[in-house]
């Protein structure tokens, strides 16, 4: 599992809530690896729209960057988990610019078909807000996420979602109940 965390803050409520989900995983169900976006080189802060991953047809990104190297090796992972909180009704910053960068592992194929190898993985995301469920923009987030999972033909996404967040790690020792939702989503991750 690549784990892809994509707050601008590295201990703030998604990264702890995240936290909380990967220690819940069944012992030994998976390897984890985990990436802070925030560090990890865009040299275009996101898709240049350069389409040279069309250009060379084998699902790779041609940037010399970072963000090009982890995409090339995101067919490797069954399972990719994006943490990220919800910032201004949607995804984080950091979150969409990876997330744009997708493009290189989608061939548009001469007969205007698509292939990817994004078909047999599983995306899912843990996030958090300010808001609720109804006013952050978390709706927006599940809606996009959906649109990309239907246009690649994967699995329906994952979500484990705590809004009105303060200080989620207060709210962890404080209710017994997150950490049990956090065991249920980190079982369902791996099945």
Known sequence: MLVLYGSGRANGNTATLTKLV???LPAGSVEVEEIDLRKLENKFGGCSSCYGCQKVGNYRCVQKDETAALINRLPEFD????????????FSAQTKAFMDRLMALLKHEADGSMSTPLARMKFAYVMTSGGDEND??????????????EFAAMPPPQFFYRGNCVDIAREIAGDPSLAAAAAQFAEELVK
Request: net charge neutral; proline share 3%; glycine share 6%.
């Open 79 to 90: 399972l990719v988990l994006f943490a990220s909180p919800v910032y201004f009704f949607n």
């Open 136 to 149: 952050s923009g978390v709706e927006t987030a599940k809606v996009c996420a959906g649109y990309l999972a």
């Open 22 to 24: 990967l220690s819940q």
